[in-house]
């Protein structure tokens, strides 16, 4: 439908977004524990500066989505498509948690 959405300032908790198709989203400031992301098609999103403790990324489209101010999240590189996405340093134990590395 051509449409877009953004989030500043929310509190989307225990929320789904299951198999939705959501590129371009920008969420900012807000807090997305638990959120579930499987299935969907986050490509392009920004998450800026959100907490993503115990989201679920499962088979999600994350290309080009960028991840660099966020923190909390936990997903397995393998199970979603990552071409091109925006990481900082400081989220790689969520990028190699699965791999039980001593990241220091």
């Known amino acids: 439908f051509g449409m877009s959405v953004s989030f500043e300032n929310c509190i989307l908790t225990h929320t789904s977004f299951f198999g939705t198709r959501i590129k371009k989203t920008i969420f900012k400031n807000s807090n997305l524990q638990n959120v579930d992301f499987s299935e ?3 490509s392009s999103a920004i998450f800026d500066n959100c907490d993503l403790t115990d989201a679920v990324f499962k ?6 989505t ?5 923190f909390g999240y936990y997903f397995d590189p393998e199970n979603n ?6 990481f ?17």
Not at 59 to 64: G, R
């Open 59 to 64: 088979s999600s489209i994350l290309e080009k």
């Open 66 to 70: 960028d991840f660099r101010t966020s």
């Open 88 to 104: 900082s340093l400081s989220g790689l134990p969520g990028l190699l948690g699965k791999y039980d590395l001593d990241i220091v």
């Open 40 to 42: 969907c098609d986050l």
């Open 81 to 86: 498509r990552i071409k091109r996405a925006k």
